[in-house]
Each structure stands twice: as structure tokens, then as C-alpha cells.
């Protein structure tokens, strides 16, 4: 008889379940509230906050957060035939709960990310929605029925695009700034966008494409055996393992060139270009050693490790940033006192 999934695991400790479903290092949980925070202060700039300013950041990384939890959770729903292959130990495959009770949860998720998008502004709201609908459309069966040679890795990091996008919406619509372009909808508002925003946030969303990127094409060569048994294409199973690590290498040097060209075009200063580059010249040395492996097995060893390293690269780079951006407010503030 097939044993049913333990109801109490999640309903006795909901937030020890959430932090723990998926092998989150702590740095990871707390490294998002920097990511997030980061990409409304770069869109905002540096000078004087208001309270109302800080309420609106708090707000949009709750938002963000949320959705950020939505999109892994209904992922696993909809990717629980790969995950019984390539992840047998997440809840579901591994049992730890049933996908009814994930449904639930990944709702409440999904209602939390839309209602605080909608306080911010209603352009918040569609960005949220556009990108809500493009990942449940995309998981659940773009990336199984379309025969496009990778496509699943061409089009997945598109859901992180969010991030830098939600930034710049955020002071579009709601924070104080100039603008010189309008763009006005019946029950939307005004989209009111300053054409100097328009390098930095094309700049943030390249990088923040091609650094998710170089670690999903290494982490695909892990999961090939599942992707290839539900028709899922990728780069290993497009073109195999070795061009797969090649694009990855060649997708982190591109990110690296993203985060010189965002220090040299925008507000961001040595305090973030300096551990960047050292960061970036670490991580390579991981996405070489992929490249220059030949043998398969040891190919999918690595690729589970230099996966996590192109991830840490992704996070850390906006950590930087943050870190950047309030040592540049907090020397703001201290001469204008």
C-alpha cells in the first residue's frame, strides 16, 4: 500500500518547512533581501530618503520575496515527474508532503505576491502578472512541448528578469523622480520613465540573464538523464555536455563584461567593481575547470557544483551592489548634515 505524505511535517512548523524544502544555505534566505533592496535603490539613486521611500523598499521586497517562493514552490508542482528522476529528495518525490497541501501554500504565495504588487502601483501588478503567467505557461508545458534546440534554458531565466524590472517599475510608478517620457493607461496610471534609466536597466538585465544563465546550463548537464527521458531541451541534451559547458564559461565571461559596463555607465563605484572582479575571476576558475572536463560522470559531478557557484555569483553581485549603494547613501547623508 502506497503511504501517504506526513501531514504534520509542514502544519506543526510551517517556516522551519519553508526554509528547509529545498537545501537553502542561510546566507541565501538573508542574501535575498539584499537582491531585492538592491534593485530598487540602483533604479532610485542616491540622495535623500523619506520614510515613505523605505516602506515602499520593504514593501516591494516582500513582494518579490513572495513571488520568489511562489515561483520555486509551483515549480516543484509542475516539475514533480523530473524531480522524481534527477531530485527524489524534494518534498514531493521525496514525500514530505502532498502536492494538494504545496497547491495551497504556493496559492497563498501567489495571492500575497499579487496584493502587495498591487499597493505599490497597478504597473507593479501587470509586471507581476506577465511574469506570473510566462512561468506557469513556460514550466508546465512550453518547455516540455517546444522542440527549439535549449529552448527551456534560453527562455528560464526570463523569470528572473523580474527583479531588475520590478526596480525601475517600482520608481516609475510610485517613488519621486524626473522623467521625460509618459506612457498613460485607463485604470493603470502613468508610466513615467526618465530616458537615462533606460541603460542601467538594460545593462541590470543582461547581467542578471546571462549570470542565472551560466549556472542553469551547468546544472543542466546534472539532469540530463531526466530532462531527456520528458523531452525537456536543454544545452546538454541540444548539443551535448561539453557545448553545454562552453556556453556556460562564455555566459559568465559575458556577465562578467555586464557588471564592468554597469560600474562604468551607471552610479555604482570601486566599492562594488573591485570583489566583484575578484569574485568573478573565482568563479571562472570553476566554469574552466567544467569546460576542460572530458569524462561524462565527472561532468555531472561538476555541474552540480559549479551550478551553485554561477548561483552564488548571481547573488553576491547584487549583494555588492547593495553594499555599494547605502555606503554611497550613508556618505550622502553625513555631508548634507
Not at 529545498?22 to 532610485?44: D, H, N, T
Request: charged share 15%.
Amino acid at each position: 500500500m502506497t503511504q501517504e505524505p506526513t501531514r504534520p511535517r509542514f502544519f506543526h512548523n510551517p517556516l522551519h518547512f519553508l526554509v528547509t524544502w529545498r537545501s537553502f544555505p542561510v546566507y541565501e534566505l538573508l542574501g535575498y533581501i539584499f537582491m531585492f533592496s538592491a534593485s530598487i535603490m540602483f533604479a532610485f539613486g542616491i540622495h535623500r530618503y523619506a520614510t515613505q521611500d523605505y516602506i515602499v523598499i520593504i514593501l516591494s521586497v516582500a513582494t518579490m520575496y513572495c513571488g520568489f517562493f511562489a515561483a520555486l514552490i509551483w515549480n516543484d508542482i509542475t516539475d514533480q515527474d523530473i524531480d522524481t528522476v534527477v531530485h527524489p529528495t524534494r518534498p514531493i518525490p521525496g514525500r514530505r508532503i502532498s502536492p494538494k497541501t504545496f497547491f495551497g501554500i504556493a496559492l497563498v504565495f501567489s495571492a500575497l505576491t499579487f496584493l502587495f504588487a498591487l499597493i505599490l502601483s497597478p504597473w507593479c501588478f501587470i509586471l507581476v502578472g506577465a511574469a506570473a503567467l510566462f512561468t506557469a505557461v513556460h514550466n508546465r508545458y512550453l518547455k516540455r512541448l517546444i522542440k527549439l534546440p535549449a529552448y527551456s534554458e534560453i527562455f528560464t531565466p526570463v523569470q528572473w528578469l523580474v527583479v531588475p524590472l520590478f526596480g525601475f517599475f517600482v520608481v516609475w510608478t510610485v517613488l519621486p523622480h524626473s522623467a521625460d517620457m509618459f506612457f498613460t493607461l485607463p485604470l493603470l496610471g502613468t508610466l513615467s520613465i526618465a530616458k537615462a534609466d533606460l541603460l542601467p536597466m538594460a545593462l541590470l538585465v543582461l547581467f542578471t540573464y546571462f549570470a542565472d544563465d551560466a549556472h542553469d546550463v551547468a546544472e543542466g548537464i546534472r539532469d540530463m538523464e531526466g530532462d531527456r527521458i520528458l523531452g525537456v531541451k536543454t544545452y546538454a541534451i541540444s548539443f551535448g555536455p561539453r557545448t553545454a559547458a562552453a556556453v556556460s564559461f562564455s555566459m559568465v565571461v559575458l556577465a562578467g563584461i555586464l557588471g564592468i559596463l554597469l560600474y562604468y555607465f551607471t552610479l555604482l563605484s570601486e566599492v562594488f567593481l573591485i570583489p566583484f572582479l575578484i569574485f568573478w575571476a573565482y568563479t571562472l576558475i570553476f566554469f574552466y575547470q567544467l569546460l576542460r572536463t572530458k569524462d561524462l560522470i565527472q561532468q555531472k559531478k561538476l555541474g552540480r557544483m559549479v551550478g551553485r557557484k554561477g548561483y552564488n555569483f548571481l547573488l553576491f553581485s547584487y549583494i555588492l551592489m547593495f553594499i555599494d549603494l547605502a555606503l554611497q547613501l550613508t556618505l550622502a547623508l553625513s555631508r548634507s548634515c
